[in-house]
């Protein structure tokens, strides 16, 4: 008999992406979008057109309990991948409520109905390295303690905190995976990655003129999103549940990542870029790099793809895209 899984948010990069090697290894894979996702199709499901028809799409919200607790008892599957979240790294305070509501109770209630209907059943956290802040030590491992110093970080670690009590408390087979920031030609045009590339594209094809960002010194460990998916499938597919980082374990600033994509183009970034002090962020004192040793040991995992590699692919793929026509 197939396996099955189900996808919180299955629509984004990690969850197309997912969904793809699921679907690659004989999975039956259902996923969860919000409605509002059908108001604006080609923006929201654009990332799972490929594969509709080979998924189950269940419209709802991951923080209506009802309907989750319906939803767990329907489908009884035996993997659940819990990628839906406020995922943007905001400091504005009125976002503050629904980053923690949303992000804190979905987590909740899919363990409250997992542990309550269908106890067999894996359930994946994505947890995020937001939840080590202001980090103690670097590089980071599973052992850091957590000192997050956004509102998205301290929404995560409870949610990871959560998880890991059901696995202690309740015997639930809970992993948690820290993952640092993952990239790709999917990746949400406000993440700083693909606001460059789409811009680059845009002043290459003659759409755009200036591209404004905030602190070009701003450092982060950057991966590739399709190998990090397969790190969410390695965690749930072991004897024994455990928490992973997952990481690169290199560092590269925002100016790098400018300087790549614009190069890309024969363009010289220093006559495109400007700095806008309200793309700055408060407390991003730490640059926090990962040691995934543990995922390299325990799930044979590795980094392979590096971000230069990458950014040539989103710059490539933009580039396309604005020749079909397609609004970026
Ligand atoms: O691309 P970013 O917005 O990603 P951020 O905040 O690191 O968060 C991402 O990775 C986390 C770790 O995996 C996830 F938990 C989270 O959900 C998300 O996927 O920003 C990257 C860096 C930051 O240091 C930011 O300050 O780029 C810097 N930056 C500089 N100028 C900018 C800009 N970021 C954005 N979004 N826009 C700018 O203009």
Redesign the pocket.
């Known amino acids: 008999m197939k396996k099955k899984a189900l996808i919180t948010g299955i629509n984004g990069q990690d969850g197309s992406y997912l969904a793809e090697w699921l679907l690659a290894n004989g999975y039956e894979v259902h996923g969860l979008v919000r409605s509002e996702a059908f108001a604006k199709p080609k923006e929201r499901l654009n990332n799972i057109l490929p594969v509709l028809d080979s998924i189950k799409l269940h419209v709802g919200d991951a923080h209506d309990s009802i309907y989750i607790t319906q939803l767990i008892s329907s489908i009884r599957p035996d993997e659940i991948y819990h990628l839906a979240?406020n995922?943007?790294?905001s400091h504005a305070l009125d976002a503050e409520p629904a980053i923690v509501e949303y992000n804190f109770n979905s987590t909740h209630y899919l363990l409250a109905s997992i542990k309550a209907y269908h106890p067999s059943c894996r359930f994946y956290f994505a947890g995020?390295?937001?939840m080590f802040g202001a980090a103690e030590n670097s590089p980071q491992n599973e052992l850091t303690p957590f000192n997050p110093r956004s509102i998205?970080?301290i929404s995560?670690m409870a949610g990871a905190i959560l998880s890991k009590n059901y696995r202690r408390t309740h015997n639930l087979f809970t992993c948690n995976g820290i993952?640092?920031?993952?990239e790709s030609v999917r990746r949400g045009l406000?993440?700083?990655?693909r606001?460059i590339t789409s811009s680059v594209a845009k002043i290459a094809c003659g759409q755009l003129h200036e591209l404004?960002?905030?602190?070009?010194e701003?450092?982060?460990d950057w991966g590739y999103a399709p190998e990090y998916v397969e790190a969410m499938w390695l965690m749930l597919n072991q004897e024994s549940p455990d928490d992973y980082v997952i990481a690169t374990g290199k560092l590269h600033s925002?100016r790098e990542i400018v300087e790549c994509a614009f190069s890309c183009v024969n363009l010289d970034y220093q006559n495109y870029v400007k700095v806008?002090p309200a793309?700055?962020?408060a407390n991003?004192a730490v640059s926090?790099v990962g040691d995934s040793s543990f995922a390299q040991q325990q799930l044979n995992w590795r980094p392979q793809k590096n971000i230069f590699s990458i950014i040539e692919e989103m710059v490539t793929h933009d580039i396309e895209a604005i020749k079909q026509e397609v609004v970026l």
């Open positions: 979240a995922s943007f790294v995020s390295s937001e998205y970080g995560k993952l640092y920031n993952h406000s993440f700083v990655t606001k404004e960002l905030g602190n070009l701003a450092k982060r925002v806008n793309f700055h962020r991003e926090l």
